[in-house]
């Protein structure tokens, strides 16, 4: 099987992952554009409205990555002063995380360039692909 693999023809520009990473892409570039953030932060700055106060851990299973770049992500935004980080106060090991008056602020941006940019892109659908394509690629992530 493991051979044959090489011999499977496979076009990458119609590879249906690549397509959907590329736009995504294309999208965070257009929302994020004159920010200084990267994806990993705005998923933080994204998260943090609905689940503030919350631990680095907690941050982890909202954004879907690893301590690893939740940790980096955290620093860069702390450095923005989008956020503040501190011990939590009854387990010395748990870190708390807020957003700064500044990072409320942000949020505010982010949240209508977020919408604008999804509502441009849906806009090349019709009605019906629009309400298929939510509808197909919701399924997919409660699947995950």
């Given at each position: 099987m493991r051979d044959q693999a090489h011999t499977l023809p496979f076009d990458l520009s119609d590879f249906l992952l690549f397509q959907m990473s590329v736009i995504a892409g294309r999208a965070f570039q257009r929302i994020m554009e004159d920010?200084?953030?990267q994806v990993p932060e705005w998923r933080i700055m994204m998260a943090l409205p609905a689940n503030q106060p919350c631990s680095s851990h907690d941050l982890c299973i909202l954004t879907a990555m690893d301590a690893a770049r939740v940790s980096r992500a955290q620093r860069r935004l702390e450095d923005l002063e989008m956020i503040s980080v501190v011990r939590d106060t009854d387990d010395r090991r748990r870190?708390?995380?807020?957003?700064s008056d500044k990072g409320d602020e942000e949020v505010t941006r982010l949240k209508f360039a977020a919408r604008e940019v999804e509502s441009k892109m849906l806009q090349q659908?019709?009605?019906?692909?629009r309400a298929s394509l939510k509808t197909a690629i919701g399924g997919l992530y409660e699947k995950l």
């Open positions: 920010t200084g953030l870190l708390v995380v807020r957003l659908l019709g009605p019906e692909d």
